[in-house]
């Protein structure tokens, strides 16, 4: 669960430095195409940058802490049967609201395309200036991917000519590609309001750019007479669909008369990806090893230990090594572990975190021992860890180094 927040936290942070770029610096800008990808291209980094894991100090070059006597009271863990189970509650109930969530987003996203799909169906279809037009009573002037569709037969008025030129804007642009992704990344990210505010922004430039197309070939002051008719109808408003009049008409008219962007105004863009990008790859990198990384089962690889006192007791270090390389060390996600040879709990079970990124502690509930990450790898694992105990024969130092393969 730990490593789901901090994706969801990582994501939340580039999205809120790209909207907030956008809105700051971008929005009033006339570039409505560089707009539309700055939108695109800040969902992407946000949802994949995160994934990434930059070690900002490589694993081989980890820092080695001294290995210090830690008290049981320092290592903070759940230490009984009750507080475990109690995490294990928690994690449960996270995923099973998380995993609600998407299937709810998902099955509203799928019935919306189905049901957009059926109106067409039943809808009569036509071809008109080349773009295939289905036709219905109820429906509002809109669009979806490659079909238009339209309440009335084509008519030979401006008005009619002025709404159907800003469908098969959105038509030629591919606008519903846009809506459908960013419908299936609200699907996943349901609980973050940024999704939403990002949404609106890039259907905002959808509708600022099919605005443009249309005041291209007509006259902005009798297609703003149009859009103030329009507003004042009364028409639901589909989520699937690129739809006339969907956002505020007075931003849309503003714009529309806003003088163009000039030229050197696009160094702004890429003065916003050099941000986006560097704010991905910050909360891309981690400092050493993270908790989550470790979870699971290590096989006991190799075994060395270099004696600082004490007799030569050679017997006892090789039965050493044979136990090691037989173990495996089993590191659960709710902070318990156990090591086992052949199925059977050997040389201890307790608790276990990591602290410092470069150091793994562990709690038996006699002995807390703490262990230096010397290098860590998807699949390898090396420790280091001091030993001191006493033996017939007198008290036996030194410090081992163990290696385990995932």
């Known amino acids: 669960m730990e490593k789901f927040i901090s994706y969801f936290l990582e994501s939340g942070i580039c999205l809120l430095v790209a909207w907030g770029f956008y809105k700051l610096v971008l929005e009033k800008l006339t570039f409505f195409s560089w707009n539309r990808a700055f939108l695109m291209v800040s969902i992407l980094v946000s949802i994949l940058f995160p994934f990434l894991d930059f070690n900002f100090l490589p694993a081989e070059a980890l820092p080695l802490n001294p290995i210090n006597v830690i008290e049981s009271g320092d290592l903070i863990s759940p230490t009984n049967e009750y507080s475990g189970s109690k995490i294990n509650y928690l994690s449960t109930a996270f995923y099973i609201l998380y995993a609600s969530g998407v299937l709810w987003m998902i099955g509203k996203l799928l019935l919306g395309i189905i049901k957009t799909i059926m ?161 991905g790859l910050i909360v891309s990198c981690s400092t050493g090893v993270q908790r989550g990384d470790l979870v699971g089962t290590w096989k006991g690889d190799d075994f060395q230990f270099v004696q600082s006192e004490g007799p030569d007791l050679v017997a006892m270090i090789e039965g050493g090594r044979d136990l090691h390389e037989k173990s495996e060390l089993i590191l659960n996600e709710d902070g318990t572990y156990k090591i086992q040879v052949n199925g059977e709990i050997l040389n201890g079970e307790g608790t276990w975190d990591v602290e410092g990124g470069a150091t793994l502690v562990t709690d038996d509930g006699n002995e807390v021992t703490s262990y230096e990450i010397v290098s860590f790898t998807e699949d390898k694992l090396v420790t280091k860890h001091q030993v001191e105990f006493e033996t017939p024969m007198g008290k036996l130092a030194g410090t081992i180094t163990q290696s385990y393969k995932r």
């Not at 002037?141 to 800003?166: C, G, R």
Request: aromatic letters at 14%.
């Open 119 to 279: 109106m067409i169906r039943d809808s009569d279809k036509i071809t008109f200036k080349g773009f295939k037009v289905a036709l219905d009573s109820g429906f509002r002037p809109s669009s979806f991917f490659n079909f238009i569709l339209m309440p009335a037969n084509p008519t030979n008025s401006e008005s009619f000519d002025q709404v159907f030129k800003h469908e098969s804007m959105h038509v030629q642009l591919g606008h519903s590609f846009d809506v459908i992704f960013i419908q299936l990344v609200k699907s996943f990210l349901w609980f973050n309001p940024l999704v939403y505010l990002v949404e609106q922004s890039l259907k905002e430039v959808h509708e600022y750019q099919a605005d443009a197309g249309v005041i291209s070939e007509y006259s902005s002051i009798s297609y703003s007479r149009l859009l103030v008719e329009f507003a004042s109808s009364n028409h639901p408003n589909w989520q699937l669909i690129s739809s006339f009049n969907q956002f505020q008409t007075k931003n849309r008219i503003l714009m529309m008369h806003k003088s163009k962007s000039e030229r050197k105004d696009l160094k702004r863009f890429f003065a916003g990806l050099l941000v986006l990008i560097s704010v």
